[in-house]
């Protein structure tokens, strides 16, 4: 029997008196690509940040990998722990302006786990090529376009090897032209199989490179389920006017 991935159980976050995240549980077996979507303010960026420990919690259980971590009261050790198996692509890129690409990729690699400098930037190198920025790889930032920040950002999640990479809208920040080369790196991740949870507001593309679908809205999961079903045949009306009103919207958009 495969090991569950990753677990959560009644994960709950208040932000200023507002619960943002009313006890969401969930699982992810390996070799799933999950994707989240749902209305803006639903609470799926905060979900994101607190299974990768990158915000606590205020309760709730989190099990990844076969280890038990405590989502609300961890301490920078144990989510250092938990960053050594896990990669999350930013909405905004999040790479160092000082660093060439290369050496956002790298750095990571050497700083981060005290890989000498050669090995590490042979990795680098693989990855970048896997993102197709191999020929960019001594540029800086401000010298890349959005879309190609981006697959840098992904070339430095996969550098680390991790056993699920979390996105967060990796397209949103971009303009349409540049989106589908960054959808493109996606899909291709997808065919070697590793592990991805993404939220994204691309419903035709969630559709086409998630296995699992699950819509939020408001601090809750309404409705999960297998992509091919969530489509055909939505349980919930809210699903139903969701995914009614958005792949419209996206299926024109991309006309
Ligand atoms: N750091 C914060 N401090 C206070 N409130 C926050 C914070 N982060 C998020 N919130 C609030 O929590 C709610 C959920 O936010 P979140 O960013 O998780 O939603 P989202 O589903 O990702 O939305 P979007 O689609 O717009 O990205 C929102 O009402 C937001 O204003
Ligand atoms: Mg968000």
């Not at 981006?150 to 949103?172: G, H, M, N």
């Not at 349980?235 to 995914?243: G, L, Q, S």
């Amino acid at each position: 029997m495969t090991e569950t991935l990753l677990e959560v159980k009644n994960l709950h976050k208040t932000f200023d008196h507002a619960e943002v995240l009313k006890g969401v549980s969930l699982s992810v077996m390996p070799g799933e690509v999950v994707a989240i979507v749902g209305p803006s303010g639903a609470g799926k960026t905060t979900l994101l940040r607190c299974l990768n420990m990158l915000e606590r919690a205020d309760a709730g259980e989190l099990v990844f990998d076969g280890e038990h971590y405590d989502p609300a009261g961890f301490g920078r050790r144990e989510a250092s722990k938990l960053h050594k198996k896990t990669g999350f692509v930013f909405q905004d890129y999040n790479l160092f302006a000082n660093k060439t690409a290369m050496e956002n990729v790298t750095l990571g690699l050497t700083s981060g786990r005290g890989m000498n400098r050669h090995k590490a930037e042979e990795i680098a190198a693989e990855m970048l090529r896997k993102v197709g920025m191999e020929e960019k790889s001594d540029r800086f930032p401000l010298h890349l376009s959005g879309g190609q920040q981006q697959r840098v950002a992904i070339a430095r999640a996969l550098a680390a090897d991790p056993k699920i990479i979390y996105f967060d809208e990796p397209t949103s920040a971009l303009d349409p032209e540049l989106t589908g080369e960054v959808l493109e790196v996606i899909r291709k991740l997808k065919d070697s199989g590793i592990t991805m949870m993404i939220v994204t507001h691309e419903l035709s593309f969630a559709r086409d490179v998630s296995t699992r679908m699950i819509f939020m809205e408001e601090g809750s999961i309404i409705e999960e389920g297998n992509t091919r079903e969530f489509f055909a045949d939505p349980k919930n009306e809210r699903t139903r006017a969701f995914i009614g009103m958005n792949v419209d919207g996206t299926e024109k958009e991309e006309q």
